[in-house]
């Protein structure tokens, strides 16, 4: 069985920093590319960012040059750096793999950000 399990967000201040980790397990976590994605309250969730297994990133524009998103394949863990954060980034964050032909999610960790 596939598990993927986020870090505990938080409260913090706009222009601050956070960093959610995902650990996974139940797959072979190096093979498969890794997401995060966010869902506001009243918003439909949307893709934040993308680490292949090659190590290529991807990003929503709303988040480029304030996100990052990296893996370690020892931990089987996948990061979400985030600064300059801002009230708009307020949302429940999910760690997604697609693996079996099925999407995996975790239960999303709420990011609270304060003006």
């Known amino acids: 069985q596939v598990h993927l399990v986020e870090s505990r967000g938080g409260l913090v201040q706009a222009g601050g920093s956070l960093r959610l980790s995902c650990v996974a397990s139940?797959?072979?976590?190096?093979?498969?590319?890794m997401n995060w994605y966010r869902q506001a309250p009243g918003e439909q969730r949307d893709l934040v960012a993308t680490?292949?297994?090659?190590?290529?990133?991807t990003y929503a524009d709303s988040v480029k040059g304030r996100f990052t998103i990296s893996r370690d394949n020892v931990r089987n863990t996948v990061y979400l750096q985030m600064d300059s954060l801002s009230p708009d980034d307020t949302a429940v964050y999910y760690c997604?793999?697609?693996?079996?032909?099925?999407?995996?999610w975790g239960k999303g960790t709420l990011v609270t950000v304060s003006s």
């Open positions: 997604k793999v697609y693996a079996r032909a099925t999407q995996f």
């Open positions: 680490i292949t297994s090659s190590g290529s990133t």
């Open positions: 139940g797959i072979n976590f190096k093979l498969y590319a």
